[in-house]
């Protein structure tokens, strides 16, 4: 069973900088990780994902703000959030998924084509 857990995050200014941590229970090697939120009344969105190869894409929203990285040799991914604004306020949840795959296949524990989520950490962001 792969279970995520979120690190971080809690109350911060305006402008301000924070981290949040994400750790897997299973390797991470292969695995696209990233970053989703979802701020009360609205849906939850994208913020930041990582490929195996380290390639990451970012909503436009936090573009030049936020910064993923990953380290596998820890099974862990990172987001460094800079420059907070009040509508950074959301629940930041941590996801993972094996997409090399067919689906119902296996590796390192992950079903391929299946989301897995950490139970997220709240993020606050006072003006």
């Known amino acids: 069973q792969v279970q995520l857990e979120e690190s971080g995050g809690g109350l911060v200014q305006a402008g301000g900088s924070t981290r949040l941590s994400c750790a897997a229970s299973r390797s991470v090697f292969m695995i696209t990780l990233g970053w989703y939120r979802q701020a009360p009344g609205k849906q939850r969105e994208s913020v930041a994902t990582i490929d195996s190869g380290g390639a990451a894409n970012y909503a436009a929203s936090v573009q030049g703000r936020f910064t993923i990285s990953r380290d596998d040799g820890k099974n862990t991914v990172d987001l460094q959030m800079n420059s907070l604004k009040p509508e950074d306020t959301a629940v930041y949840y941590c996801?993972?998924?094996?997409?090399?795959?067919?689906?119902?296949?296996?590796?390192?524990?992950?079903?391929?084509?299946?989301?897995?989520w950490g139970k997220g950490t709240l993020v606050t962001v006072s003006s």
């Open positions: 996801h993972a998924r094996y997409t090399y795959g067919p689906t119902a296949s296996t590796f390192n524990g992950y079903y391929a084509g299946m989301d897995y």
